[in-house]
């Protein structure tokens, strides 16, 4: 099973920016990982993605987050980032870190984003 640990979360107010850490517990270079990347779920709604990255190394953005949220990933730390600009109060939720390996889901605990208006 893949460990993920997320970090970053917070509050901040309406326009600000948070960057989102996920650390790894496996090498997020193996071949074994098919996608990666982040989902959020807010009260009261389904888990929906954010952003990840495919087995053809290209990305995937929800529509409402394109041009202010940038997922990248660093393989030497073997860490996924998530960095938020101009955020709304409807980007307030859960972050969660996903990886699915081997055709299994693997899921961190979740960190808390909270932007007011």
């Known amino acids: 099973q893949v460990q993920l640990v997320e970090s970053g979360g917070g509050s901040v107010q309406s326009g600000g920016s948070l960057r989102l850490s996920c650390a790894v517990s496996i090498s997020i270079f193996s071949n074994s990982i098919n996608t990666m990347g982040w989902y959020r779920q807010a009260p009261g709604k389904q888990r929906e993605l954010v952003a990840v990255y495919s087995t053809d190394f290209s990305t995937t953005y929800a529509d409402s987050v394109k041009g202010r949220f940038t997922i990248s990933r660093d393989y030497r730390a073997n860490s996924l980032y998530l960095q938020m600009n101009s955020l709304k109060p409807e980007d307030t939720a859960v972050y969660y870190c996903?990886?699915?390996?081997?055709?299994?889901?693997?899921w961190g605990q979740g960190t808390q984003v909270t932007v007011s208006s």
């Open positions: 996903y990886v699915n390996r081997q055709k299994e889901d693997n």
